[in-house]
């Protein structure tokens, strides 16, 4: 496994750095259909997007791994629910930094109290709670059990996040809806690229994760068997 994370690592580092740099210094920057101007902070997007969705579907595999080990009793399904929303919450806490860059030079306020921003900061404070919750169980087969549940409960709101501005009336931009893409030619580019780059450079992350919870785990037995 160690030799295919690194591929994937190499992958997703080449793919995303190539897509910020084509991004910045190849693609055109975009123009205000409104008002004629150009709008170089609409570069943030080739980040800030793929990592907003990267984090979303962290959390749903948080959920699906949490449901297989509440079916299979896998100790394997626990660490990788728990490395996915480990993950999911980094992500969103740059989704976080990065989407106030661009309302400071979009909208000239750090923060706007729209559906998805709002709905994105909901759904962070519930992922918060999960680890209240996990580091306040000291059992470990109940944490797991627990933090099972805690994953798909609040996988919940992705959904509701993610569909928030095409359900309520938002100034934040919508990139895909049904009529297409809102990106075309270089921008499009550059925008695919990157976000397979951090889907590559996620599951790399995603795998390291784990194994790090399987040697933590199999030093603990070691330890217990000393110490018996």
Known sequence: MKKAITILLGIGSVLLLTGI?????????AVDPNTGKEVFHQKILY?????AETSLVSFILAAVFGALFLYKRERKYDFLSL???????MYGLLVEMTGMMWDKAAWGVW?????RLTTYLILM????????????????????????VYAIIAAVNVPLTFFAIRLIPSIHPILFDSSGAGLEGPLLVAFLVSMFG?????VSLLLTRYQMFGVSEELDILKNQIGG
Not at 111 to 115: D, G, S, Y
Not at 131 to 147: H, L, N, Q, W, Y
Not at 198 to 202: G, I, K, L, R
């Open 21 to 29: 740099a084509y991004a910045f210094l190849v693609a055109p920057i």
């Open 47 to 51: 980040f800030h997007v793929p990592v």
């Open 83 to 89: 490395a996915a929303v480990e993950l999911g919450f």
């Open 111 to 115: 923060w706007q109290w729209e559906p």
């Open 125 to 148: 404070l519930m992922y918060s709670g999960y680890f209240v919750m996990r580091s306040s169980i000291g059992e470990d087969s109940t944490k797991a059990r627990f933090g099972a």
């Open 198 to 202: 951090m889907t590559f450079f996620y």
